[in-house]
């Protein structure tokens, strides 16, 4: 089982980029997973944002793929999320997750942080 | 990638049996067996509970179970206990997409 911790800034202005980090402890960020992030409006569901692998390859949600972009730190075995022209509606609590490549679900999951968007 | 379908609440007394639906399309549900299940405690995370429709990751009870019949996956928890009183989710991966319902607060009676 990986731990993972989520790490940022908990507020972010309007058009801003919001920057996070997940540390990983307990697997390899260059073994064989997709690393990822979903987020949770405060009393709101699930939305999934992406994930990347070691490799650079990702994936993301079509509605938020021109925002994104997730990168990997193999040295210091961490993974990270930018998003980018935020506004009120991407205040949520932000997970970081674990994918085992070629399954379909997400094993581990950070504790969560919240950033809020607001002036 | 279409939004899953979940029933807002449903409730039960411990002891009980509830399922929870999750309602897709023949795109997603109703053409891969790539359907999970999550229960998110109050304040917390959320932790699988199902995998691929039908598997229970170790650690979790065989009080929970899931199945599909076309384009819906179903979650039944037998043996309600109070500490099942959560929100769940079901969740869909298809083409390397992953799409979640809208989620379903359990209450225990």
């Known amino acids: 089982q990986a731990q993972l911790q989520e790490s940022g800034p908990g507020l972010v202005k309007p058009s801003d980029t919001l920057s996070l980090t997940c540390a990983v402890s307990?697997?390899?960020?260059?073994?064989?997973?997709?690393w990822g992030w979903i987020r949770q409006p405060p009393g709101k569901g699930l939305e999934w944002v992406g994930y990347?692998?070691?490799?650079?390859?990702?994936h993301y949600n079509p509605s938020l793929m021109s925002r994104v972009a997730m990168s990997t730190d193999t040295s210091k075995n961490q993974f990270s999320l930018k998003l980018s022209s935020v506004t009120a509606i991407d205040t949520a609590v932000y997970y970081c997750?674990?994918?085992?490549?070629?399954?379909?679900?997400?094993?581990?999951w950070g504790q969560g942080t919240l950033v809020t968007v607001s002036s | 990638q279409s939004a899953l379908t979940q029933p807002p609440s449903v409730s039960g007394s411990p002891g009980q049996s509830v399922t929870i639906s999750c309602t897709g399309a023949s795109s997603d549900v109703g053409s891969y067996n790539r359907v999970s299940w999550y229960q998110q405690p109050p304040g917390t995370a959320p932790k699988v509970l199902i995998y691929d429709v039908s598997n229970r990751p170790s650690g979790v009870p065989d009080r929970f179970s899931g199945s599909k019949s076309g384009n819906t996956a179903s979650l039944t928890i037998s043996g309600l206990q109070p500490e099942d009183e959560a929100d769940y989710y079901c969740s869909s991966y298809t083409d390397s997409y992953t799409s979640f319902g809208g989620g379903t607060k359990l209450t225990v009676l």
């Open positions: 307990g697997y390899s960020i260059s073994s064989n997973n997709w």
């Open positions: 997750t674990r994918k085992v490549a070629g399954l379909s679900w997400y094993a581990d």
């Open positions: 990347i692998f070691h490799s650079g390859n990702t």
